[in-house]
């Protein structure tokens, strides 16, 4: 006797960073947010310079004198609307990410010294629903070579990636 089984796929989301050689790769699903944080508090005479790409792009900027901010933020086509930077961290914020935005960002903080973190951003699409089809018609244990447990053949697509078949044993 077969009895039924739920299946379940999951999708895993989010944001994922891994550093190697001063730079942390962060990969981040298209259309999604992101915060590329500096792990600082922005402290008088702080100077906060965020850039991009090869050719070191200025996209944001903080100045801090006395108690007043100054702030700038690109409104390069590619970055309107997207950046946001917190006048507390210097953290930069991309809005609705897409593939224009993704690769290099450097972060400079001018105090006393001068300290570098280097982001490197990746996208990846988020996948369709996958469609899971149960084959009846695999089901069975009279097949050569199998045992007396009935085996149920699980098929799990989505459009534009390659097909996988899981054989699952039923229980």
């Not at 930069?92 to 993704?102: D, F, P």
């Not at 001068?114 to 951003?121: E, G, P, Q, S």
């Not at 699409?125 to 699980?154: E, F, M």
């Amino acid at each position: 006797m077969i009895l039924n089984t739920v299946y379940i796929c999951l999708c895993v989301c989010g944001v994922f960073g891994v550093e190697t050689h001063g730079v942390k790769t962060v990969s981040v699903m298209e259309g999604d947010s992101i915060t590329l944080n500096t792990n600082v508090k922005v402290q008088t005479d702080d100077q906060i310079l965020w850039t991009f790409g090869p050719q070191s792009m200025q996209i944001a900027e903080i100045i801090k004198r006395h108690q007043l901010y100054f702030v700038f933020v690109s409104s390069d086509g590619r970055f309107r609307d997207k950046l946001h930077m917190d006048n507390q961290t210097g953290s930069l914020t991309i809005r609705n990410i897409r593939s224009e935005q993704s690769g290099l960002y450097e972060l400079q903080i001018s105090r006393s010294n001068i300290l570098v973190k280097r982001f490197n951003v990746t996208l990846y699409a988020p996948l369709p629903i996958p469609v899971i089809i149960r084959d009846y018609s695999h089901c069975s244990s009279s097949s050569p070579g199998c045992s007396s447990v009935p085996k149920c053949l699980l098929l799990c697509s989505v459009v534009n990636v390659d097909q996988f078949i899981v054989q699952h044993q039923c229980v």
